[in-house]
């Protein structure tokens, strides 16, 4: 999975988000789901540098 194009796809979803107030629900899943699936990725690559 490329993180660059889930980034860009995140902040895609964002802006469509800020111009149809609608979809805030389905995007708050989506962030939970985001940080949920990167964020053990993300603590173990900072874990990486700073070790």
């Known amino acids: 999975m490329d993180a660059a194009r889930v980034g ?3 902040a895609d979803a964002m802006v469509r988000t800020s111009a149809n107030k609608k979809n ?5 899943l989506a962030l939970i ?3 949920m699936w990167f964020l053990p990725f993300g603590v173990s690559f900072v874990l ?3 070790l």
């Open 8 to 10: 860009s796809d995140m």
């Open 24 to 28: 805030n629900f389905t995007i708050l």
């Open 33 to 35: 789901y985001f940080f």
């Open 48 to 50: 990486l540098i700073l």
